[in-house]
């Protein structure tokens, strides 16, 4: 290949890195004539991270310039082979295999699964309900059930709104407790940030004298554990007992004050009631902590400007739903929750936290899986089961026999990948929406690549409801993709149109956008001076995504009401703004406006449904001693995808069990020496990093890896980080009932030399 011719003039652009949720400001050098990326460098004039960036901040750019990158939709072969074809060939591939199924076996014969960078890219957000509309199956997957889904559950059922999530005022903090969540290295995840180091360290300068505390409650001492005050090792699963044993010394100690919350809360006496054997003392032998350390710990919150804050190791884990649920019941009982430098709702511009949303009850088990008869939550299945569900000996003639991948790589990713993988060779038809071919892709009958992060605009519409300063920002096109490239909200709105038979995309994305405006402006809403017609006609944008966000902009709380607020904001002038707009500090008491039921239920009953199953499980995780797996990240990865990226998977093997010495002598195992790791899901071989940041009893391993599978094109990530797959132990049938959330974490293992 040629070296692309070079202009002698490039351009400097501003804009978000969409890696992770932090966003952080990136200045990016561009040819655009050669269509090349110079370089890239923090934006020191960013507002929000002041010139931060990570190792990953490359990898927009890489991913742009891989050659294993997929531009055009390719087809598989009877040999097994790809040939590129054009999208219409494809779509009507696609929809012809799709139809057929439907027409012959019914709607849930179809299954989905939606995957992670979904949340990156606000296209691929907005357009999922087309999508949905054209599969119309019940058969719904998705990263969720691997992920968030337990504090989705906590808070539809205590505020009413699983979306609105109570995020760490890390800006005000003085005490800052974090259980399950390693932010220096994630980056903050539902506390959305730039540089969580450095926000750190400001919570443990800001304390009184400079002795703010980070408290780290964890099986690991973490990176996060390393900058903070306090480190606390607990037992992997064991959070709800700990949760639960935290409330009883509140109320033991006359420590509960709930302040206003008082007045909105339902459910007080009945919390009083079932933490009241959970004493530190009877938990111990289950947590690992010892009683004084969580009286004192609960004592110095209670003195303190503290936030008490969860993360996926709280959710992905036996006790899931409890677990998140209590860390919300801790925030209320000390009156934490919708106070200063306590746990804060986010003023998203496009005004999804706003007054007088409708309530839309909580809603699970109307219908279930085929195989075992899992009930669905809240529209999601457990991604784990998706296996048994396609797989002729499990589900029968009800089985699923199309399935659309769409940006998520399950096969690593989901609780048990090898037994997937095989049932994804039984399917009729698999659509993948993929850049790669990669270890799920490579099962598919037709992938369809979309553009990437410097091929489109992008707003940051998820990590304004998440984030911990509010903020509004648009994200510009650096390079115009060719014409035979198809953007991800492109593909979905194409793909749903002819699925349901309409006319054609544009008139299906016109419908969307004039019926949000239909119950957005006119009379009776909050922007009543203007008549849907009117706002239509005033949209800058012909198609896609950014007219639909021009649409909530312009109403939400900050916005120009379409003109009868001319100081408003709008994506006129978001596109005019290189650092987007500080919309300030997070603001407290939004309760119980912002809320869309009229009171916080702090004990709902179907959380406490599940309380006799930790009753019941006690007294055995006080005995028990078997070794345990958890999950970890890694600065230099995003769950399975940036391997392939030359920057980003240069180094040494990253994927390794890390595990206490204690364990190491006892097993035989040594440092940089292989372990084989097995259980009744499955085995891997795996390189021993031998430390004493491990709990003893517990080991740790990254997820995302094992490109070691024929067929996988990126050929970086199979020579420089193959690795091994952690999810070829996780199993799928360990399910947290209440949220369809599988347990990543806390899985029994046998470890022993290889
Ligand atoms: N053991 C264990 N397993 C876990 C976790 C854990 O902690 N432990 N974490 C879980 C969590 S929290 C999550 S979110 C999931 C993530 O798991 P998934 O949702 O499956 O996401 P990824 O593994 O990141 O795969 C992303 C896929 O999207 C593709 N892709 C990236 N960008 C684009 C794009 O612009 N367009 C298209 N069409 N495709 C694109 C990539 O090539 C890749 O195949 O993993 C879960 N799995
Ligand atoms: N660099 C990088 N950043 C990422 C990602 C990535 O892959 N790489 N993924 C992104 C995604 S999709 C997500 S969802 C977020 C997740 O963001 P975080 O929640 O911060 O994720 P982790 O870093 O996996 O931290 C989970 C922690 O939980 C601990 N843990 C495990 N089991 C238990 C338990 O039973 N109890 C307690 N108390 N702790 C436990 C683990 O030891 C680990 O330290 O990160 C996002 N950011
Ligand atoms: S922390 Fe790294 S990956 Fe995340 S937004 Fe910032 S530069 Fe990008
Ligand atoms: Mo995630």
Known sequence: MAAPARSAETQIIHRACSTCEASCGLKIEIDPVAKTVVRVEGDEDDYRS??????????????????????????????????????????????????????????????????????????AQLYIPPLMAGLDTQRSFSAATMDQQPQNVALHTMLGDGWMFPIPDIERTDFFVCMGGNPLVSQGSLMSGPNAKKRLQEVIARGPNGKGRV??????????????????????????????SACQVLFAEGLVNPGRLAEFTDGLDTIERVCADYTPERVEA????????????????????????????????????LASWLIYVVN????????????????????????????????HGRYKTVKRGFPEVDNQLPCGLMAEEMEEASAGADRMRGFVCAIGNPVLS?????????????????????IYINETSRHADLIMPSTVQLEHENYEFLFETTTVHNFSRWSPQLFEPDDDQRHQWQIYCELGARLNGAPSWEIVDDMMVKGMLGMMVGPNTGCPDVMPEAAYEMLQDEHGPMRMIECMVRVGP????????????????????DQGVDLGMLQANRL?????????????????????????????????????????????????????????????????????????????????????????VGEIEVECEVTDEMMPGVVSLPHGYGHTLPGVKMSVATEKQPGACANYLTDESSIDVLSATHVANGIPVEVRSA
């Open 286 to 321: 289950a947590t690992g902590i010892p009683p004084e350390t969580t009286r004192q710990l609960v004592r110095d919150f209670c003195a303190a400007q503290g936030a008490w804050y969860g993360r996926i190791g709280l959710c992905t884990q036996e006790y899931g739903t």
């Open 50 to 123: 002041h010139g931060y960036i990570c190792p990953k901040a490359l990898a927009m750019k890489e991913i742009y310039e891989d050659p294993e990158r997929l531009r055009k939709p390719v087809k598989k072969n009877e040999d097994g082979s790809w040939t590129e074809i054009e999208w219409d060939e494809a779509m009507e591939l696609a929809v012809s295999k799709l139809k057929g199924i439907k027409e012959q076996y019914g709607n849930n014969a179809i299954g989905y699964y939606i995957g992670n960078p979904t949340g990156h890219n606000v296209g």
């Open 215 to 244: 408290v780290v409650i964890d099986p690991r001492r973490t990176e996060t554990a390393e900058i903070g005050t306090d480190h606390v090792f607990i037992k992997p699963g064991s959070d709800a007992y700990f949760l639960l």
């Open 414 to 434: 989901a609780p048990n990948g090898e037994r997937l993988a095989a049932a994804l060779d039984e399917l009729d038809f698999m659509l993948s929406l993929d």
């Open 592 to 680: 119980p406006e912002c809320m869309p039921m009229d009171r916080i239920d702090l004990c709902p009953e179907y959380i406490l449904g599940d309380l006799p199953r930790l009753e019941a499980g006690l007294e055995e995780r006080s005995r028990e001693d078997r070794m345990v797996l958890v999950g970890r990240r890694q600065i230099r990865n995003m769950n399975s995808w940036l391997h392939n990226l030359p920057a980003l998977a240069k180094g040494k093997n990253r994927c390794t069990l890390m595990i206490h010495p204690d364990d190491a002598d006892r097993l035989g195992l040594e440092n940089r020496k292989f372990a084989r790791v097995s259980n009744r």
């Open 332 to 363: 209320v009982l000390t009156g934490r929750l919708d106070a200063e430098g306590g746990m804060l709702f986010p003023r998203a511009a496009t005004g999804r936290s706003e007054a007088g949303r409708p309530w839309e009850p909580f809603a």
């Open 558 to 577: 900050y916005g120009d009401k379409f003109g009868a607020n001319p100081d408003g904001l709008s994506l006129e002038k978001l596109r005019g703004m």
